[in-house]
């Protein structure tokens, strides 16, 4: 792509930007559900249109290779949200103050991201073989996935090594003061905890672009198209935050699902460096000839898998939830009446209170010592 191109690029998603943040994050709120949809449905329609005129003016080919990086890098982002909404939580990041982090965060992600499809670009147009190593850190990935989440490490996301290092060059209160970043205590300036939550943001989108970025080169070498297919599925993020608030603990197989996507993409890449192969140890230092997979299949691959994961999700969620209902419930007492309700005649008459239970809910509602 020309340098005029790719200024006209960068200038629009700056703007994209900047209207996000005008109208949204300057002052703060919690957003409804409706102005999560409108806004959501914005920005993917934005980068559908996109699409389809990189397909106009690139040719099929191109095209094809911005959607499945597009859709590739949305589910990844879909599965960096466990991990933000565990570090919110952890700090008890007030709803109103939350878009400012998530904002934030898709900031830093572009700029993190952008230095590494740099580096990644030029790794690739001068050795053929970082297809290996690019396709070895999928599997390895893929395979953590499969595995499953280490919860204790998902408790301790909001303390990571640039929290731990801030904590120790500069103090910090326990108390949020608004959304500022810092305050003042007696008479000194420290750190809120908004500008903790920040860094330990700014720490897992650096070790979510080590997964991504070889993702999408899996799925083409362009420079330009990697940039954008990863830049507008970043784009609407935070939109997609709070209209996803209440669905992301029922995505149960969404680890599984991408899981798979990242293997297949990392067989693909190993697959590609066979091909390209200069490697002396390997066939002589001669390309061996296996086959490719084509940008069609893997398309397929990555819709289908996407589409099986959400509905089984929503199945094995919805069957746990019936499951467990009985016990959440109102149970059934011997004499056939329902033990809640005899049990407020019984509070009445005798005029005192009965202690109530409530599920859990794992979102912070309001400010807490962090």
């Known amino acids: 792509m020309s340098?005029?191109?790719?200024?006209?690029?960068?200038?629009?998603?700056?703007?994209?930007?900047?209207?996000?943040?005008?109208?949204?994050?300057?002052?703060?709120?919690?957003?409804?559900?409706?102005?999560?949809?409108?806004?959501?449905?914005?920005?993917?329609?934005?980068?559908?249109?996109?699409?389809?005129?990189?397909?106009?003016?690139?040719?099929?080919?191109?095209?094809?290779?911005?959607?499945?990086?597009?859709?590739?890098e949305k589910a990844l982002s879909v599965d960096n949200l466990f991990l933000f909404l565990v570090i919110m939580t952890s700090f008890a990041v007030p709803r109103e103050n939350q878009q400012k982090v998530l904002m934030f965060g898709v900031v830093f992600s572009l700029i993190a991201r952008t230095g590494l499809i740099l580096a990644g670009a030029a790794l690739v147009n001068s050795f053929a073989w970082i297809f290996y190593i690019?396709?070895?850190?999928?599997?390895?990935?893929?395979?953590?996935?499969?595995?499953?989440?280490?919860?204790?490490?998902?408790?301790?996301?909001?303390?990571?090594?640039?929290?731990?290092?801030?904590r120790r060059v500069v103090p910090a209160v326990d108390h949020y003061d608004g959304d500022r970043m810092t305050t003042f205590d007696n008479g000194r300036r420290v750190m809120t905890p908004m500008m903790l939550v920040m860094l330990a943001i700014a720490g897992t989108d650096v070790l979510f672009a080590v997964d991504s970025i070889p993702a999408i080169f899996g799925l083409t070498q362009n420079a330009y198209i990697v940039f954008t297919a990863t830049a507008f599925s970043l784009l609407g993020l935070r939109q997609l935050y709070f209209l996803l608030d209440g669905l992301l603990d029922r995505l149960v197989h969404l680890s599984y699902g991408l899981a798979v996507i990242l293997g297949f993409i990392g067989v693909k890449l190993v697959l590609h460096a066979l091909h390209e192969n200069a490697l002396p140890f390997i066939n002589g230092g001669h390309p061996v000839h296996v086959p490719e997979i084509s940008t069609n299949l893997s398309l397929l691959v990555i819709l289908s898998v996407l589409t099986v994961t959400v509905i089984t999700s929503l199945v094995s969620s919805n069957r746990q939830k019936r499951r467990e209902s009985p016990r959440d419930g109102l149970a059934e007492s011997p004499a056939g009446e329902c033990d809640s309700v005899r049990s407020g005649q019984e509070n009445r008459t005798s005029g005192s209170g009965a202690a109530s239970s409530s599920s859990t809910t794992g979102r912070a509602e309001g400010p807490r010592q962090a």
Not at 10 to 26: E, K, N, W, Y
Not at 34 to 50: C, H
């Open 3 to 72: 340098p005029l191109v790719w200024t006209l690029t960068i200038a629009g998603l700056i703007a994209l930007l900047a209207v996000d943040f005008m109208t949204h994050i300057r002052k703060a709120h919690a957003p409804s559900l409706k102005e999560a949809s409108i806004w959501s449905a914005v920005f993917v329609s934005v980068a559908l249109v996109f699409g389809v005129g990189v397909w106009i003016a690139a040719g099929p080919e191109l095209g094809k290779e911005y959607f499945a990086g597009y859709v590739t």
């Open 134 to 166: 690019f396709g070895a850190i999928l599997l390895v990935t893929a395979a953590g996935m499969l595995r499953g989440h280490d919860k204790g490490e998902d408790a301790d996301a909001g303390d990571n090594f640039m929290v731990r290092l801030a």
